[in-house]
């Protein structure tokens, strides 16, 4: 935007954050989210760097996931109450691959304390296939909304309510099992959209909008 500097590109600070980046970073209260990955077969941690207006970004990770991401990474997205109870979600789609491939397999969607990403909250794959996402597909990123996380796979569309961070730490389950909006073939075919889940839970169930019954 600045037109082509022949003196300087007048790049204001430059960092090795990761290993190799494929995806986007997130910013929230001074600090930097991201978390990139190598090349096909390795991987990286979520981390976060701080940053301060009269020093820039400090170059060495305030804090870090213990999981490792794999290929290609996982772009953060951050939810919050304003300026606290943050959670970065981030989704490892390391597995992707078709449906009938024999290397692809679910995509997991994780969630961390934002003050410390050593804090792990919850991931998708902890509760054997309560919560299991379907089939990973690359570069997906969380899409938050209306108190709800939704994410996208080769199969499907998945919804997860998260609670206040504070209870989700002292009871993952919380988070409700996902509800599946469409098949790939549904989508293909109709539109979709959210109604109330007529038992009263806080799962929430997908109907078609137009000819067909509820998807399930």
């Avoid at 305030?62 to 997205?77: A, L, N, R």
């Avoid at 509760?127 to 108190?147: C, E, H, I, L, Y």
């Avoid at 919804?159 to 073939?185: F, H, I, Y």
Wanted: include cysteine.
């Amino acid at each position: 935007m600045g037109q082509f500097q022949s003196a300087s590109d007048n790049v204001v600070q430059e960092f090795r954050a990761d290993n190799g980046s494929w995806t986007t970073p997130a910013f929230w209260q001074d600090a930097l989210y991201i978390a990139g990955s190598g090349d096909h077969g390795s991987c990286d941690s979520l981390k976060s760097f701080d940053f301060a207006p009269s020093t820039n970004f400090n170059a060495t990770a305030s804090s870090s996931s213990s999981h490792c991401f794999g290929f290609p990474g996982g772009p953060p997205v951050i939810s919050s109450a304003g300026n606290s109870n943050g959670i970065v979600w981030a989704i490892d789609a390391g597995r992707y691959g078709t449906a009938a491939s024999p290397c692809g397999g679910p995509e997991v969607l994780y969630s961390y304390d934002a003050t410390n990403l050593g804090n792990h909250l919850w991931h998708s794959a902890q509760a054997g296939t309560r919560d299991q996402a379907g089939v990973a597909v690359k570069f997906t990123v969380p899409t938050v909304a209306n108190g709800k996380v939704y994410i996208g796979t080769r199969t499907e569309v998945e919804s997860q309510q998260p609670t206040a961070k504070s209870r989700l730490r002292e009871n993952p389950a919380l988070l409700t099992s996902p509800s599946r909006v469409c098949t790939a073939g549904d989508l293909a075919r109709r539109l979709c959209r959210i109604s109330p889940d007529p038992s009263g839970s806080r799962r929430s169930r997908f109907a078609n909008v137009g000819r067909g019954g509820a998807s399930g």
